[in-house]
T-cell receptor, first 115, second 112 residues
Framework: AQKVTQAQTEISVVEKEDVTLDCVYE???????LFWYKQPPSGELVFLIR??????QNEISGRYSWNFQKSTSSFNFTITASQVVDSAVYFC????????????FGEGTQLTVNP | NAGVMQNPRHLVRRRGQEARLRCSPM?????VYWYRQLPEEGLKFMVY????????ESGMPKERFSAEFPKEGPSILRIQQVVRGDSAAYFC??????????FGPGTRLTVL
């Protein structure tokens, strides 16, 4: 069975601080995909990134960066110089060969960025 | 707007009524997924459909819930005889085969 664990239920930071959201996954699949989605207070789900299991290169997109480490089964997400607009619930998700296309989500991390 | 469309955004039903949730996928996408987000919980997969076919319904409750994606028109998630425990946000996502799922804004169902 697949599992995604986001151990941090809530994180609170002050604007301009860097913050890292942790994601640990479990799967027996050789080929799998990892995702991050953002759910702002308005409630919609916004896609942020998708990585496949064969690509361990870290990725940077503006203030966002992702660190994928197969050795520790982790796919952590860092926001640099956080802003109030980053306040949201962030979900890590996994799909793989045995699960087909369905996504297995973590429980989410509520990030609050205070001015 | 070429995004995933869901309607209604908010739906209120009394216990025992039927709820119909609609989802129009992004242009060019033929795969639709439904997920449910119960209060204070993460998202749980319900069902995966392609046009006129249910591919995976392993997350769908055995009773009262059904889904379809007809040849023409939106995908429909139908909940019969709703109960208070059905109150949740229902999200639809769409994709091309094997690609990223993009989500709609969700339908918030409240059962009185």
């Amino acid at each position: 069975a697949q599992k995604v664990t986001q151990a941090q239920t809530e994180i609170s930071v002050v604007e301009k601080e860097d913050v890292t959201l942790d994601c640990v996954y479990e799967t027996r699949d050789t080929t799998y995909y990892l995702f991050w989605y953002k759910q702002p207070p308005s409630g919609e789900l916004v896609f942020l990134i998708r990585r496949n299991s064969f690509d361990e290169q870290n990725e940077i997109s503006g203030r966002y960066s992702w660190n994928f480490q197969k050795s520790t089964s982790s796919f952590n997400f860092t926001i640099t110089a956080s802003q109030v607009v980053d306040s949201a619930v962030y979900f890590c998700a996994l799909s793989g060969e045995t699960s087909g296309s369905r996504l297995t989500f973590g429980e989410g991390t509520q990030l609050t960025v205070n001015p | 707007n070429a995004g995933v469309m869901q309607n209604p955004r908010h739906l209120v039903r009394r216990r025992g009524q039927e709820a119909r949730l609609r989802c129009s996928p992004m242009k060019g996408h033929s795969h639709v997924y439904w997920y449910r987000q119960l209060p204070e919980e993460g998202l749980k997969f319900m069902v995966y459909l392609q046009k006129e076919n249910i591919i995976d319904e392993s997350g769908m409750p055995k009773e009262r819930f059904s889904a379809e994606f007809p040849k023409e028109g939106p995908s429909i998630l139908r909940i019969q005889q709703v109960v208070r425990g059905d109150s949740a946000a229902y999200f639809c996502a769409s994709s091309s085969f094997g690609t990223t799922q993009y989500f709609g804004p969700g339908t918030r169902l409240t059962v009185l």
